[in-house]
Each structure stands twice: as C-alpha cells, then as structure tokens.
C-alpha cells in the first residue's frame, strides 16, 4: 500500500495518476484536511490514510476546490471525495463509507449584537445570508425554501463577509468553526451560537464509476476503526473544545 498526497502539486496545478490508482480528493478546510508546512494532515486525512493502509489500496489524495472535487468524483472510476456531508439529495449520486464525523450545523453572531434566531423563519428577516455554494448547509437551507441566501464560492469569503460586517450571520459546523474564525483572524468568543438547524454526518463520498467491492472493503475497515477505538482516538485528537451539543436537534437529512 502506498498514500500519496499531492498537495503541492496540485496546488502548482500539476496531476499525475497511475493505472490503478485510487484518486481521493479533499479540500482546505481545517480541522478535516488541510496543509501545514507543505505537508497534509487533519483528522479526516488521518482516518482516510489508516483506511489506505488496513485495505491496501494503493491510494493517492488530492487537495483541491471542493466544486472541482465534487464535479470530478461524479465522472472518474475509482475515486473519491472527502469529507462529505451525506444528504438526500447526495445519496443517489455516490457511494458512501461513513461517518468519520458526526457534527452541527448552526447560525452564529457576533457576540452583544442583540439578535436572535429560534427558527429558519427567523432567518428570513435578514436581508441574505452569505454560504459556500455546493456545500451541504447551502443546499439543504435551499430546500427549505430560504430565499436570501448568498452564494459565495468558499467559506473564507463567508467568514471575511461576517467579520467586516457586510453579513450578520454565519453559518457553520461545531467542528471547524475554530479554524474558520482563526484564518480571518477571529476566535469563538467573539461569536454566539444562535440556532442549530442540522445534525451532520461526514463520509467518504466513492464515485458510482467505483468498484463497489472496492467500497465495501473501505467500510468493513471503518468499522474495524470504530471497534477497536482508533476512530475515537483521532477524533478526540482533533475535536477538542468548549462545544456543548444542543438538548435537542433538528431531524438530520442523513
């Protein structure tokens, strides 16, 4: 078994792939996956490369945009994208191996600013809500029939948006709402959780073009992870902090 990570390359727009070859891409979006001194890591890449390892496969990982990722795994044989959120309207477009995370999804504030939001009909009084088209949260707020959202192209210029003051809300996931404040040069005290409107679920997402075979082996390895306590291990390495789950949240879409 060999995990090549090609971040570099990619980021210098170069690809190289071998016969073969399994294609994983993922995106900067810490804590799941991101590069650090040239080098790629986060919690999702570790589950991804322990997986490569228990299966054998011979497995080469990406970082690119999340709209490329998302398009290229919808067409390529034996590839695949993560961390997705697995939703209805997803389903039928991959194959899963899953969940490596489990998270929330929530509107948030700037802290003293007074508002407040109990419901997505709330929501609607705000003049737009700026979230990273083709990301879960956008679509499935979408579904729901909001009507103000502003799509941007990635969650940096979400979290810029919000720290400026041009938008008053923030969407975001309990699990990299950190590491989003922190690239714009903010952090959570300056934030209040206002609403949680979705539970969330992070798979692998395989291509319909992939051997399912291929995918099952992936799963029984997962699970494998799960018994013996090594996903719990490297979830708690990387999702540490002053998070509290909600007594009670929305029905998730898968």
């Known amino acids: ?70 398009n290229k795994v919808q067409g390529e044989a034996n590839s695949g994208l993560f961390a997705t959120v697995r939703t209805l309207h997803r389903e039928p477009l991959f194959q899963w191996v899953g969940p490596i995370a489990t998270g929330y999804t929530s509107f948030y504030a700037r802290r003293g600013a007074g508002l407040t939001v109990s419901s997505l009909k709330d929501v609607e009084r705000f003049a737009a809500v700026a979230v990273p088209t083709q990301w879960y949260s956008y679509e499935y707020l979408s579904g729901q029939g909001l009507k103000n959202l502003y799509a941007v192209p990635t969650p940096q210029h979400m979290v810029n948006m919000f720290k400026h003051g041009r938008m008053e809300l923030l969407v ?17 005290d300056e934030v209040e959780l206002l609403f949680t409107f979705m539970s969330n679920q992070s798979y692998i997402a395989f291509s319909k073009n992939t051997d399912p075979q291929l995918v099952q082996r992936w799963q029984q390895a997962l699970d494998e992870l799960t018994r013996d306590g090594s996903l719990q291990r490297i979830q708690q390495r990387w999702f540490v902090g002053p998070d509290t789950m909600p007594a009670v949240l929305p029905q998730a879409p898968r």
């Open 172 to 188: 975001a996931s309990n699990l990299a709402l950190d590491e989003m404040l922190a690239e714009q040069g903010m952090n959570r």
């Open 1 to 70: 078994m060999n995990v090549k990570a090609w971040a570099v390359a990619v980021a210098l727009g170069c690809s190289a792939s071998a016969s073969g070859e399994l294609r994983l891409y993922t995106e900067e979006h810490p804590p799941l996956s991101f590069v650090e001194n040239g080098k790629l890591t986060g919690m999702a890449v570790e589950v991804v490369e322990l997986l490569a390892q228990r299966t054998g496969e011979d497995t080469r990982i990406e970082v690119v945009p999340w709209t490329r990722g998302y």
